[in-house]
């Protein structure tokens, strides 16, 4: 039988202030940092798209963070495929060996093993148990859990986590494939409303620069806007805000938690830039250096010099963390959130756009 589709259509007034957020990923801090950042109010509709948990060290506290916060804000959680598979552990044990043998042992910041840390359950790997355990234990996390929709239709805009084929009978799709939808942008798709979507790191779409700024594809009606939060080194998390009936307002703010400056010196971008990014980083190392390795990328042919600190080998195959070489165009004062510093200069962002700055920095004020 197909698990079809849970869709919410909410009553939102016009003029209330729409804001958008995906793929926190258990980081609470990050969260923290948006939400003073954009100032949310209380008259304000907080819909989260997806992946609120897993992989971030937080889970478990953001999460009832939210469910506190929920008592006194508009807000709809969106089930992401992270957030459907802590679901799916509270409901049934159909994945224990087929998932979760595999993943829980490689991640001890699972928000199943923080609820088994916490309880002090004795053994985590004795699922049976640990699954009743939690239904005893945290029944609030699991009826919250269920109660999450996996779409969300206003007047404008479907929200949904990984993506849709289309807005016609959307309660007869596929839940999981909403989910757990790839590379969606990719996908030739349409829409005669706004699809705001999240799942899909923003800068794999990008060969060039690298970028966690959100994608606005006008034409197509599609938004993406996961910024990469806790799995990139220089991800950020993206706040999409609007006004109720009024879509031409689109703004976006992020929060990346990056210490920021002030620039001294102009510097023009660099024409073709790389962008090396999850699935098509593949390296062959040239030279070893102090900060800093030339190596060649397989897919591409480029040479690149790739920070030490983002190389890793895995199955014999040497690869990297997202890597560019792009130059960012800047001006005197502008601002930049410095992700790395090395004698031959620093790699900062601007934007939501990483590169390279050879100029002077100072603190901003």
């Known amino acids: 039988m197909k698990d079809c589709a849970v869709v919410l259509r909410p009553e939102i007034q016009r003029g209330q202030r729409i804001i958008a957020v995906s793929d926190i990923h258990g980081n609470l801090p990050f969260f923290q940092g948006l939400m003073e950042k954009i100032g949310l109010q209380t008259e304000d509709v907080l819909i ?7 992989k971030g060290r937080d889970s478990l506290a953001l999460l009832r963070h ?50 088994a840390d916490e309880m002090s359950y004795p053994d985590w790997r004795d699922f049976p148990g640990l699954r009743e355990a939690l239904r005893q234990q945290f029944p609030d996390i699991w009826a919250w859990l269920k109660s ?15 993506g849709v084929p289309s ?30 979507v999240g799942h899909w790191p923003v800068t794999l779409y990008h060969s060039d620069i690298q970028s966690s700024a959100p994608i606005f594809d006008w034409k197509e009606k599609i938004i993406s806007i996961d910024g990469g939060c806790v799995l990139k080194a220089d991800g950020q998390l993206n706040a999409l805000m609007f006004n109720c009936g009024d879509v031409g307002s689109f703004s976006w703010v992020s929060y990346d938690g990056l210490p920021v400056y002030r620039a001294l010196d102009t510097q023009m971008d660099s024409p073709f830039p790389l962008n090396i990014r999850w699935g098509r980083s593949e ?65 900062m962002k601007k934007d939501g756009v990483t590169g390279w700055y050879h100029g002077r920095i100072a603190p901003d004020q």
């Open 48 to 54: 989260l798209v997806g992946d609120i948990l897993e």
């Open 167 to 196: 807005l016609s009978n959307m309660e007869q799709l596929d839940r999981w494939h909403c989910m757990k939808n790839d590379n969606f942008r990719s996908q030739g798709h349409t829409f005669e409303k706004y699809v705001v």
């Open 283 to 347: 390296l062959e190392l040239l030279q070893s250096g102090e900060e800093l390795s030339l190596c060649r990328h397989k897919e591409t042919g480029r040479t690149i010099s790739i920070l030490n600190a983002y190389l890793r080998n895995s199955d014999g195959k040497l690869w990297c963390e997202d890597s560019t070489d792009y130059l960012l165009p800047v001006q005197v004062g502008d601002k930049l959130s410095l992700v790395a510093q090395t004698k031959q200069g620093y790699l």
């Open 148 to 162: 999450m929709p996996t779409i969300v239709e206003t007047e404008h805009c479907v929200f949904v986590h990984g």
């Open 66 to 115: 939210l469910m506190e916060l929920s008592t006194v804000h508009t807000i709809y959680p969106i089930c992401g495929n992270c957030d459907g598979l802590v679901l799916r552990f509270f409901e049934s044990d159909a994945l224990d060996e087929k998932f979760f043998a595999h993943y829980l042992p490689k991640h001890p910041e699972s928000t199943i093993r923080q609820m």
